[in-house]
């Protein structure tokens, strides 16, 4: 009896509120415009992990402006190199990821073969978590290595600065 008593309570209450809507109410579309585009981007950046690298690359990038702020996102190869260490030849690296923005939270998914083209061989997976502004990252990321860590030089942290500089831009909507 107390489940026909609400349901019919639910219903008059929709009914109420249904009745007092303004039938001429109009929605103002452009409270949701936004700009679109994707980029080819030149990917380049310097960090630290244990020992200095840098990277280069190529970015492919989607950039949503709109009212609620900025967001993109990002595949991308690049070309890491580390110089030698006391204890290790220079370290080069392959890798691919992808990398999101929102305002100014950004995160990053990469994966990478390093070598030191003699014996020493990795493969790493690292997960970043950072800030961005725009086309500049700051970022930290925790390297997961598949062979223990061969290198001195390449630590499980990671502090990265990355920059994603547009080369050609297509608008997609206008």
Known sequence: MQIKIGILFLLFCQFSLAQVQDSTTVVNRD??????????SLRFGFGVQKSFQTEIGYARMTNIVGCTGFFSKAYYTSFEYSPETKNNNDVF?????????????????????????????????VPKIGFGIGYVNLMYGYAIS?????????????????????????QLNK
Not at 108 to 120: G, P, S
Not at 158 to 166: D, E, K, R
Request: a negative charge; proline letters at 3%.
């Open 146 to 170: 598949t062979n223990h860590h061969p290198f001195s030089s390449i630590g499980k942290h990671q502090f990265s600065l990355i920059a994603n500089l547009p080369l050609t831009t297509k």
């Open 93 to 125: 690296g392959f890798k691919a990821g992808w990398e999101a923005n929102l305002s100014i939270l950004a995160v990053a998914l990469e994966a990478k073969y390093v070598t030191d083209l003699d014996v020493a061989k990795d493969f790493i997976i």
């Open 31 to 40: 409270l949701h415009h936004h700009s679109e585009s994707v980029s080819n």
